[in-house]
């Protein structure tokens, strides 16, 4: 049913996560993550930064919100520090830590702001990574137990609740391609294991939400590489469809499929069945149908788009000097309605958009304020293209720009700065920048002015 514009209720809002913000790395008997960990041996951080400070919110939590506030944004979604909360993931529960999170989530409440909880964003205890982390199949279990301990402190003050952000990083880069945390390249049959394992988890911690929180809204937050059409003709966009949901031997960690088929649809992926006949993970009827349980929306995390990737040529979003942000990413606007559109009619579901934002070279101009044209035209394009498929019938429940603070980019340290607020790292102070004041004119129309 084709609109006018965004819903009264649209979820307009900002994200971010618990290692990239937090800081108090071993405070108040915060155990360590494997961020943590690997962040104090030389060589995978840039400049051998780390999260160990950040921006510091777990003590600047009040003026961070008092912020959003500013910013009229309706929503914030941020991650729970399973070290924070579990210090060795299974067992103890560290109660400062847990109530760090219910201070927060009261203060988010009180602002008005709804909070939207994703309890795994990348930061294994590093306790259970020694104990085989996700290749352990009790990993199932002590994520199910966690979740619950969320649940208890939680479950009656959080509606929107997501189980992972980004299998195809933690685990796509993390233990198949190596280039983020532990920094493992681990052997096909492993991979098939941590995927089972990654799925049950999935399952048994979206059962709990349902047990504890009444009226919960579930979803994961995932990414993945979406192709543009060429044209808009019918062979065109189909063509984009089939390369966006197109997995294959070597990188299927890092595809949407491989993670979605399974949760939305209850199987592996066609391809899956094809490669891997006889190593493809097996659950039992009762386990298909912990993995399946209905989820609400397909929380989507999207930057970029690109068309066929041509060996020694540039894709057609990447000519010589085309628009990119500081990640190198192209400025690819489209990418929204193309992304909200195809993943509606593969996977049937509402979608959330739970990250899109640039990185840009950043600082305070010399009357104080910082000026990021860039990160405005960036994000207006891109939002009037989930405009377009919003006014095209497509239910988009939500928008979680990335990031609210500038905040530790992983294995780039600090040097890319996400934030609608500038954060100077020597002194905390935060500047909100001109784009964040853009983004509040944006959210007081409901859109209406893009
Ligand atoms: C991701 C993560 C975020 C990143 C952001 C910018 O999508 O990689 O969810 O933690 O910081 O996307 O790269």
Known sequence: MEKNGFDRDFLWGAASAAYQIEGAYQEDGKGMGIWDTFAKKPGYIAHGENGNVACDHYHRYKEDVAIMKTLGLKSYRFSISWPRVMPKGCGEVNEKGLQFYVNLTDELRNAGIVPMVTLFHWNL??????????????????????????????????????????????????????????????SRESLM??????????????????????????????????????????????????????????????????????????????????????????????????????????????????????????DRYSFQGSPRTAMEWNVTPEVLYWCSKFLYERYEKPIMITENGMANYDWVSLDGQVHDPQRIDFMHRYLRELKRAVKEGIPVLGYQYWSILDNFEWINGYDKRFGLVYVDYRTQKRTIKDSGYWYREVIAGNGEML
């Open 193 to 314: 294991k941590i995927s089972a394992n990654f799925l049950l988890a999935h399952g048994r911690a979206v059962r709990k939400i349902r047990e504890y929180c009444e009226n919960a809204r579930i979803g994961m937050a995932p990414t993945g590489e979406v192709v543009i059409p060429e044209n808009e003709e019918p062979g065109c966009v189909e063509e984009a469809k089939a390369q966006t949901f197109f997995m294959d031997r070597e990188t299927f960690p890092s595809s949407i499929v491989w993670w979605s088929d399974p949760v939305f649809k209850g199987r592996f992926p066609r391809e899956a069945e094809a490669y891997f006949p006889d190593i493809l993970p097996e659950f039992t009827e009762e386990e298909w149908r912990m993995i399946t349980q209905p989820l609400d929306f397909y929380g989507f995390n999207i930057y970029q788009g690109g068309g066929p990737k041509m060996p020694g040529r540039y």
């Open 125 to 186: 205890p590093t306790a259970l990574y020694e104990m085989g982390g996700w290749e352990n199949p009790r990993i199932a279990e002590w994520f199910e137990a966690y979740t619950q301990v969320v649940l208890k402190a939680l479950g009656k003050k959080v509606k929107y609740w997501m189980t992972f952000n980004e299998p195809q990083l933690f685990i796509g880069a993390g233990l198949n391609a190596g280039t983020f945390a532990p920094f493992e390249k681990k």
